[in-house]
């Protein structure tokens, strides 16, 4: 779409003519949600700060709301449609000329037509600012009451087109619509009934008796109930159907058509498949799937490449996630870029895949969580612990590390004549029987396992971003954030692993505190390889015996130090507003300033080194020099000030910085891999708390990210 669009069905999505999607903060984005589901109504400052900023001070609330303010004004001048009006103590937003999927949704589902009540549910692509929530009790109130009420207007039109196709006698039609219905009204008997009939009508009694087993499990196991007489007489009436006809020949479909949320094992059997969910995430949908009732949230965060559908075709992976939801509600996920997620989004920094993650425990509705990590993923596990604690329960690592490739100091990686043997390893056996050489020793004569793992990496990646995401991997360092999680930690480690060496595993023990070690015997990378019941019993033990705990008060930060090269106060002073312009688009929030030296916390470190290029680029347009000096580390909240080691090698490095430069520390750099921008080293500098000395960087530029 050319136009302007603002989109706030199943996530948030903006964008103006030709423009892209601004880097709006979360309160932002809520904020003019609110403001656009109430277009052209007047909304007091007052009543907005209250909402969006009713935990904070009254002169924090007034300035953040400010810097929200002037971030929306100005997406709004560059949009090429729309007003946003300030009056006085007034505010209000005119979506004028454009797309808002809100207002074309309620219009379209009031109409009477079919084809415009299937329009309606195309538009409703899911709940209301799906994914996105805010700590301030106000908002979410509003929030909750909206998505209801967007929710029963979807409901009502899958309700009436249920009815069409069902007197209209188009069966197919009438499991679509059912099914999608039932998927947000799980217990309506009514629409398993109808579903029932559908599947019969077009032969497939086996899809519909199978119907009758989910409607009777979810009645039992939410309500304590039966199904209903009629229901059961339904069944009754489709197994005598089936029986009577069990010596004629039927047509295939009715036979082994597999039943939603199930699917046919290669090699036989049936394992449950179940619903694949989708959250937006910055713009890309990722795919996840909720398995098990057990008291803990469990969310998996698999290596490399996934898929989360293909998973379930392998009777031993299988067996082990259906272990794991056993005692937890486990939660998978696919990453951006992989399986069932969007493909072709570029390569994915550590940040953006932990944004993903909290997107989805945010939609799973997750309020804490254990971590689960292995391989590749367990980088981003560890950064997620140190940055959103009070998310997180506890985190537990296998086949994990801290450094992707060797170093001096750390010199049990893979070195770069290793990793190239690796890629070239996958180029060339990409489609064939998978070697399970390094993988899974132990499986490497079942051919089963041997073509599931084949399949399972196709349906998982191309080739070329398979060897792009490896390399990936390969930049990972991680080793500067361990002292900043402070949550349960097990880390298990097989002794024989031909990837990740138990030095590698030793080491995170080592520098995560309070982290419990286990070595394993075996040599399998992959958590379904031998003893794989050894290591469910390990991580069942630690997660029902650690939780629960209370959640750390510190921690990871993006700190930036800013200096304003301008003479004078008033000069000073007229750089303000612009500095709080680019904050509250970055996320950033200002917490110290000192004649013209500011201080400016962030939760994800590329945003950090965004906002710093941002604000040097728009002073410079007035003639005035900024140098910015950024680090990562931990910090702890006073009040709304922040203190800690982030804070001070901050603002040590500022000194290093040149006139119109923003530098970085060692760790900032090694922690966005994939984000696009390069460096150029600059120097050393001796920090409390680091053995030697620290690495800084100067930003150069950004580059396009490649990926096939």
């Known amino acids: 779409m050319t136009g302007p669009h603002l989109y706030l069905l199943g996530g948030f999505d903006f ?36 909402l969006f900023w009713g935990l904070n001070g009254e ?3 007034r300035m953040s709301l400010r810097q929200t303010v002037s971030a929306i004004r100005k997406a709004m001048q560059t949009s090429g449609g729309g007003r946003f009006l300030t009056e006085g103590a007034s505010i209000a937003l005119h979506l004028d000329d454009f797309d808002f999927d809100v207002a074309r949704f309620e219009t379209l589902a009031t109409s009477s037509s079919p084809e415009d009540l299937e329009l309606a549910l195309d538009v409703y692509r899911g709940d209301l600012l ?31 087109l249920v009815a069409h196709y069902s007197a209209s006698n188009d069966p197919s039609s009438g499991v679509r619509t059912a099914v999608r219905l039932l998927a947000m009204e799980p217990l309506r008997e009514d629409i398993h009934r109808a579903l029932m009939r559908a599947y019969a009508a077009q032969g497939r009694i086996n899809l519909a008796l199978k119907q009758y087993e989910l409607c009777r499990d979810a009645l039992q196991r939410d309500l304590a109930l039966p199904p209903e007489p009629e229901t059961h007489q339904l069944y009754e009436t489709l197994r005598a159907r089936r029986t009577g006809s069990s010596s004629q020949t039927r047509h295939p479909a009715a036979i082994t058509e597999p039943s939603p949320g199930f699917q046919a094992k290669a090699g036989g059997g049936e394992s449950t498949r179940p619903q694949t969910h989708y959250v937006k995430s910055a713009g890309t949908n990722i795919a996840y799937q909720v398995t098990g009732d057990g008291p803990i949230d469990l969310l998996y965060v698999q290596g490399w490449v996934s898929n989360l559908d293909v998973a379930w075709d392998s009777q031993r992976y299988s067996h082990v996630l259906k272990r794991l939801g056993s005692f937890s509600r486990l939660i998978r996920i696919d990453k951006r870029g992989t399986g069932l997620s969007d493909r072709n989004v570029g390569l994915p ?9 909290r997107a989805v425990l945010d939609a799973a509705g997750s309020r804490r969580t254990v971590l689960f990590g292995s391989s590749e993923g367990a980088p981003m596990c560890m950064l997620f612990a140190a940055t959103y604690p009070e998310r997180t329960a506890a985190i537990v690592l296998t086949g994990a590390y801290a450094r992707g490739s060797w170093a001096k100091d750390y010199p049990w990686a893979r070195t770069v004549e290793q990793v190239q043997q690796d890629v070239d390893a996958v180029e060339r056996q990409w489609g064939k029987p998978a070697d399970m050489s390094n993988a899974a020793p132990s499986l490497i004569e079942n051919m089963i396992e041997r073509e599931w793992f084949a399949a399972y990496l196709r349906n998982s990646a191309s080739p070329a971003d398979a060897i792009a995401l490896w390399r990936w991997g390969t930049e990972i360092d991680v080793r500067d954030i361990l002292p900043a999680i402070h949550v349960p930690t097990l880390i298990v480690q097989r002794t024989g692993d031909r990837w990740v060496r138990p030095e590698e595993g030793r080491f995170l023990a080592a520098h995560i505190e309070g982290a419990r070690y286990v070595e394993l015997a075996g040599r399998d990378h992959v958590i379904w390889g ?12 630690f997660v029902t015996g650690v939780l629960p705990s209370v959640p750390s008060e510190r921690v990871l930060l993006s700190v930036l130090a800013l200096k304003i090269e301008a003479a004078g106060e008033q000069a000073i002073e007229q750089c303000t507003d612009a500095i709080r312009d680019e904050l509250a688009l970055f996320d950033g929030r200002e917490i110290r300033r000192l004649g013209d030296r500011l201080l400016a916390v962030f939760q994800r470190p590329t945003r950090s080194i965004q906002c710093g290029i941002a604000i040097g680029e728009r002073l410079k347009l007035s003639g005035v020099d900024a140098r910015a000096a950024i680090h ?13 080691i982030a804070i001070e090698v901050s603002s040590r490095l500022l000194d290093h910085a040149r006139p119109g430069e923003t530098i970085v520390s060692r760790t900032v750099r090694d922690l966005i891999a994939g984000s696009g921008l390069t460096f ?8 409390d708390g680091f053995p030697g000395a620290l690495q800084f960087l100067a930003v150069t530029g950004k580059i396009q990210p490649m990926m096939g």
């Not at 003019?32 to 007047?42: D, R, V």
């Not at 031998?530 to 033990?541: A, F, N, Y």
């Open 349 to 357: 920094t550590l940040e953006e895949r932990m944004e993903d993650v």
């Open 530 to 541: 031998e003893g794989c019941d050894r290591l469910v019993d390990e991580i069942r033990s």
């Open 130 to 160: 799906d994914g996105l929530g805010l700590k301030e009790e106000p908002f979410e109130d509003w929030l909750r009451v909206e998505r209801e009420r967007l929710r029963t207007i979807a409901i009502a039109a899958l309700d009436r």
């Open 632 to 644: 990562i580390g931990e910090c702890e909240a006073c009040g709304e000030d922040f203190s800690g």
């Open 15 to 50: 964008a103006g003519v030709g423009a892209s999607v601004p880097a709006f903060s979360r309160k932002a984005r809520a904020m003019m949600a609110y403001l656009a589901l109430q277009a052209g109504h007047s909304q007091s400052r007052e009543k907005l700060a209250a």
């Open 59 to 61: 002169a924090q609330a």
């Open 680 to 687: 150029e080293e600059r120097g050393k500098m001796e920090a």
